[in-house]
């Protein structure tokens, strides 16, 4: 006797997180999971979820998710409806908003100016899976150091502390001239010298001075637009630096709605900076910010 296959809900390809793979038969289901967090009981969780649904390997991707691959397109409605009560639901992968990815940030690493986690859960929270003409990925990191490479993002997000100094009595010790990398700090004469042009604005000689004459301003988030990794990776032109997570918001609603009136589909964002005016598009921001 032939076996009848369960019906396959044809609407549910329509839907982002859902890849087809080498095998046309079968689909990779990609999750939704901003900032790449997770609880415990939700990973066992996935464990029981991949398990009950025939699930070999997961898969870890680039953008701080979880992919199950080989998935027959007739377990999709009920792994999905799992997933969903995991609060991991199904990701997004088209000309959308995808995950959005982050470091650890100030709740957890030493270098951090920011906390990228909560401010990736709410650009998730906001724009996740927002249809646009071309894919959007948007990354955080916490300091200058990069780890996200968040500026090979068409949104990347950095945040940074720039350092004062002083006026109280600087011994010339040199001590704040080992924590920079860029050679950004010099004792003259006894005191030191910041070299603004050399200065990253990672706030890393703030701390170790003995003495508290290197102070930090606020953190700032310095936002860059139109980065890109793949084939012909391109590195974001800076757009703006703001002062809150309220005016990174603020930027980024601008610049999604941006995208979404005036980018064409059919090539990267990257490629289309100048079509689409970036320098105008950047002075109106600015202005934004400013006024
Ligand atoms: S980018 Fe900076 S804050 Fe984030 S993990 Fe790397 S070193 Fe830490
Ligand atoms: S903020 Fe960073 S780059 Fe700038 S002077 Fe301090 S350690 Fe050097
Ligand atoms: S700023 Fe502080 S750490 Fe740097 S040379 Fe002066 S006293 Fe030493």
């Keep these: ?53 025939g699930v070999k390997d997961i898969h870890l991707t680039t953008r701080q998710t979880i992919e199950f691959p080989h998935i027959d397109p007739a377990e999709l409605s009920g792994l999905l409806a799992e997933l ?36 990736a859960k709410e650009i998730d929270r906001r724009f996740f899976a927002k249809e646009l003409p071309v894919k959007v990925r948007i990354a955080i990191s916490a300091c200058p150091n990069g780890c996200e490479s968040e500026r090979l993002n068409e949104i990347g997000i950095t945040g940074i502390q720039r350092p004062i100094r002083d006026p109280g009595l600087c011994t ?15 004792v003259e ?32 988030y310095r936002i860059t637009v139109g980065g890109h990794r793949g084939r012909h990776p391109i590195i974001g032109r800076h757009l703006v630096t703001v002062d809150t997570p309220d005016d990174v918001i603020r930027v980024v609603d601008r610049i999604i709605y941006w995208i979404y009136r005036q ?4 090539s990267l964002l990257p490629e289309q900076l100048d079509e689409l005016e970036f320098d105008e598009f950047k002075k109106t921001i600015v202005e934004m910010v400013e006024g």
């Excluded at 650890?104 to 690493?109: E, I, K, P, Q, S």
Aim: glycine letters at 10%; proline letters at 6%; aromatic letters at 4%.
């Design 189 to 220: 004469n006894g005191i030191i010298v910041l070299d603004k042009g050399k200065c990253m604005e990672c706030g890393f000689c703030i701390m170790p001075c003995p003495f508290q004459i290197i102070r930090g301003e606020n953190p700032q």
């Design 263 to 266: 980018a064409s589909s059919g």
């Design 172 to 186: 010339g010790c040199g001590t704040c001239t080992c924590y920079c990398r860029e050679k950004a700090i010099t």
């Design 84 to 119: 969903e009560a995991n609060g991991t639901p199904l990701g997004a992968e088209r000309e959308e908003v995808v995950n959005v990815t982050a470091c650890l940030g100030t709740r957890h690493c030493k270098f951090a100016t920011i906390d990228s986690v909560a401010l």
């Design 1 to 53: 006797m032939k076996l009848q296959r369960r019906p396959i809900d044809q609407g549910l390809y329509t839907k982002g997180g859902i890849i087809t793979e080498r095998n046309p038969d079968f689909c990779i289901v990609r999750l939704r999971m901003p900032a790449g967090m997770i609880t415990p009981d939700q990973i066992t969780e996935l464990g029981a979820i991949a398990k009950r649904h």
